[in-house]
């Protein structure tokens, strides 16, 4: 059974940094693509940042220069380091992993994201 988990989340005030984790468990973890999407309250859930296999990583232009994904394959965890965080930020963000060949897509619950002004 595959298990997404998301950490790391919670209020922080505008400037400030939050380093947010994705345990993953059931799957072949190293060989899946990455994704943080990110929802806030009344608006669709957005891609943040997406990480392939072989660790190339792509961003949306609101996030870029101040977040970094990255994953390590040998824990099965993928991390999104957030800086510089603006109240915009604030939302649920959710990891998404998307098996190879199946394309198959698996979510997590959540972890909560505030920024205060």
């Known amino acids: 059974q595959v298990q997404l988990v998301e950490s790391g989340g919670g209020l922080v005030q505008a400037g400030g940094s939050l380093t947010l984790s994705c345990a993953a468990s059931g799957i072949n973890f190293s060989r899946s693509v990455m994704s943080w999407y990110r929802q806030a309250p009344g608006k669709q859930r957005e891609l943040v940042a997406a990480i392939t296999s072989g660790g190339t990583a792509n961003y949306a232009d609101a996030v870029k220069g101040r977040f970094t994904i990255s994953r390590d394959n040998a824990k099965s965890t993928l991390y999104l380091q957030m800086n510089s965080l603006k109240p915009e930020d604030t939302a649920v963000y959710y990891c998404?992993?998307?098996?190879?060949?199946?394309?198959?897509?698996?979510w997590g619950k959540g972890t909560p994201v505030t920024v205060s002004s």
């Open positions: 998404k992993l998307r098996r190879p060949i199946t394309d198959m897509e698996y």
